[in-house]
């Protein structure tokens, strides 16, 4: 079993950066994908991006293509997401997941995957 905790969220003004940590326990990274997924108040969970068991392969949601950015590190047991030109539409809960995965691909469909942190909250002011 993996848990997973999220960090680095918080306010930042809109423009502004932030970057968000996940970090796993209980079993080492390198055999699951991950992905990011955010919730904003009202509405259903959301893909944000994706990243294969390896790190060599992402898929991203087009509304934060070119300003978002996950990298993985399976050494350190740990996902993170570069967030860059925050808009106040970023605004919600981000929640890291993990998938056992067979083969080295991403994951967009939130159902796919088995372990969930406990979410960290990213407010952007405009």
């Known amino acids: 079993q993996v848990q997973l905790v999220e960090s680095g969220g918080g306010l930042v003004q809109a423009g502004g950066s932030l970057r968000l940590s996940c970090a796993a326990s209980g079993r080492t990274l390198s055999s699951y994908a991950m992905g990011w997924f955010r919730q904003a108040p009202g509405k259903e969970r959301e893909f944000v991006v994706a990243i294969s068991r390896s790190g060599g392969n992402t898929y991203y949601t087009d509304s934060v293509k070119g300003r978002f950015t996950i990298s993985k590190d399976n050494a350190k047991n740990t996902v993170s997401l570069q967030m860059n030109n925050l808009k106040s539409e970023d605004t919600a809960v981000y929640y890291c997941?993990?998938?056992?995965?067979?083969?080295?691909?991403?994951?967009?469909?939130?159902?796919?995957?088995?372990?969930w942190g406990q979410g960290t909250q990213v407010t952007v002011s405009s």
């Open positions: 997941a993990a998938h056992p995965a067979a083969s080295d691909y991403y994951y967009s469909t939130k159902s796919v995957y088995e372990y």
